[in-house]
């Protein structure tokens, strides 16, 4: 095998498709090993759809093989024409390595492992990472990915967003623990919401983070550009900030287990910071026996029916204090009733004939929004909010 210092000297030349943060994935881990020092301890991880030449993943595991008290790691990467960018020139790492192949570095996915200490170095650290060519391409389902991950213990990585569903049946189809990043909008994946509903999935320690992601497009914004200069990515190389990204987890840590300090209905219709809850209190969905809530700090702690909160609630969530029991997609005995055709009409004034206000809660108002979109059935007129889980107080 090639001088791993090569592996580095790659990292730093390049950083294609090079999306988490070091900092990142070292803030992330270091909470669960605070509640639960063992966590990692005589484990094997598994990281899938990785690119370890270039992952941080691989690069913080292997540099902290030790620390972590890990039994295995290993490392996985999809092949190149496996993959949506394929602007791909092997690495230094790859190509002076005995093990390189011109025929298989484009088609066959790669795999790395780390037990032992491969150089008479004293220590186990990412200069003792071995690869060889996998079989097939790296896909996550193919048969010889599915055989590492039934070896595995912990599966931790940043898998293909658009693949999120499969990715979660994947991981819980083998029972394994895992840490991974996704997009907050799958909390209400009709494949992922029942999951989380009865606590066998939950929101790691980061949530709602902004990250950095390789685009098919150059993103404009002076804001969005400033924030990716600020994390060392180019964004005239088509690297995009990308916010509302998450972790999801079964491994527990003691985020999970923190209260919210909350104030009575009372005490947040006087002294809320928010004025809408100043003002207008706690309305009452017209389509869902449960109360409107649309920030979580203003859960009111003496209301003991279902009220609806936004899905960010997931990052405060604290199940001893909270059950999750539904949410737009899924509410059974919550929704009271559903509607007939509706016209729609935008902040613009365009009407059109929908049947939107049965994909969410909606509210019965005394008169038109300014400058948001309604609906109207008949002489009544409603509004929609956002995406909403319901919750209760636990009894």
Known sequence: ??????????????????????????????????????????KTVLLPCDDPEW???????????ERLGLKRLISTSYAVESKKYKDYEP???????????IDKTRIKGKIFELTRDTNGSGRIDIDDL????????GDFRSPEVCALRDQSDIIVTNPPFS????????????????????NMNAITYLEVFPLIMSNRIWAGVGFNLSMVYKA????????????VRSKGYNPDENYIKVPGVCWFTNLDHGRRHEPLQLMSAKDNIRFSKHKEIREKGYLKYDNYDAIEVPYTDAIPNDYDGTMGVPITFLGKYCPEQFEIIG???QNEGIRTKVYPEQIQIESSGRRSRVTKLNDGAAILLDEPPISETYYIIGNDIYSQVYKRLFIRKKQ
């Open 1 to 42: 095998m090639a001088n791993n210092t090569n592996l580095g000297a790659a990292k730093a030349a390049k950083n294609d498709e090079f999306y988490t943060q070091y900092a990142d994935i070292q803030k992330e881990v270091n909470a669960y090993l605070e509640y639960n020092p063992d966590t990692f301890r005589d």
């Open 55 to 65: 992952s941080n993943f691989t690069r913080f595991f292997a540099q902290n093989f």
């Open 91 to 101: 690495t230094l790492f790859e190509t002076e390595s005995p093990l390189f192949d």
């Open 130 to 137: 071995e690869w060889h060519y996998l079989e097939g391409d």
């Open 163 to 182: 693949l999120f569903r499969e990715f979660i049946a994947w991981i819980i189809e083998g029972g394994n623990r895992f840490l991974i990043l996704g």
């Open 216 to 227: 098919a497009y150059k993103n404009y914004l002076e804001a969005n550009q400033k924030f």
């Open 327 to 329: 949410s737009e997609k």
